[in-house]
């Protein structure tokens, strides 16, 4: 059908080579957003386990 059209080879091959670059993009974006989210959730961690110090501290002046 579509092969059939005259001139549509090169639109087809355009075609595939677009979509084979945004496969590569969609991967590397892919990755990229996995080690952001490892990195604020690393971050994140390291905010509760303070604020839990902070409060561990603020009961012990207040109970000591």
Known sequence: MIGDIAGIGPVK??????????????????RTNDAQLDAVVTELRAVRASVDRLVAAQETATTG
């Not at 355009?14 to 590569?24: C, D, P, Q, S, V």
């Open 13 to 30: 091959d355009a075609l595939t080579t677009t979509n084979g670059l945004l496969e590569k993009v969609l991967g590397e974006l892919c």
